[in-house]
């Protein structure tokens, strides 16, 4: 979104809005009553609306294009080149100014699927923000689907993920990854095929790789770990086939940015207050492992909390963007836990402003 601080202020009212009355219709929901098919076509279409709207809030969508575009068109390695050796490629002017000078930090099963993404899009800055755009968009829809099979509540689980513009904003409108991150974690819940959707998950991000050790703990045989394994070296494969083992260093920039933080990103807040920034980060990682070896005794004793592990993750973690609420918010949507569904919507409160120039 450019424009002028007015154009700002008003989107950023609207917003606010559109999460007030997310609120109410989650409270009216709580009563009972209401039809899931009207939840569920609600959900879906403040989900799907955004694809309208031009590409919002951030480029990460023509970084994933440039990076495609780097393995596809340029037949280099993005694991090893970034966007900055080719600055009249059509998508370098179009990325994040603050990637281009470096290599991929995605899982090497999403670099494998914007490369026919990138062959797809062509030289049009606008078909790539289209296709990202509206992937993540399918994959938001896909997540309201899954979320009313897996919860207790259908309509109020429908309802927590698919009413929440916030993410509508940053998934149809921004193309994020994060949404195919969501969509994959409750198939991995909601299917038979389950330790292969969490690879396929780990493959886009890092981020299911957190949260399976509790789900292993609470299930034991039936986490799907031999699926894990198998698909994650079938993946593994083709990115050494495809990438050589230069995939692997997508952990340097990753710990990299670890050890950088974002305005809304809690360690930074605290910095703010006059705590050197690099122990606000280790205090927010001891806060972290203490919290995740309660959450592991409780998965030992038959409840995993993934929803609570991925709050705690994105409150601890110093580099956050609204969009990370794409498989927060899913979580909380299907697991009977009152505390992570509160702590979710003050962090999806907490983050309305992030991203907006203001």
Known sequence: MVGSARWSVAFLGLLVLAFGAYLAGLHRLTRGGVPLRGVVVIALAVQLVPLGAPLMLSSDAWTYWMYGRIAVVHDANPYETPPSAFPDDPAYRWSGEEWRDSTSVYAPGFTLASEPIAFAAGE???????????????????????????????????????????????????????????ALLLAALATQARGVAWAFGAAVKWIPLALLPLQALAERRRAGLGAFAVTSVVVGALATWRYGFAWLDAFGPLADNARETTSYALPHRLSQLGVPESAAIALFAVVFAVAYLLLARAAWRGRARLALAAVVLLACAPYVTPWYLAWVVPLAAVEEDELARWLALALTAYLLPQTIPL
């Open 124 to 182: 049009s800055h606008n078909a790539a923000a289209w296709l990202y755009k509206t992937l993540a968009a399918l994959a938001a829809c896909v997540t309201v689907l899954l979320a009313t099979r897996l919860a207790a509540r259908p309509a109020l689980a429908a309802a927590f993920l698919g009413w929440n513009p916030l993410l509508a904003v940053h998934l149809a409108g921004g193309g994020h990854n994060d949404a195919w991150v969501g």
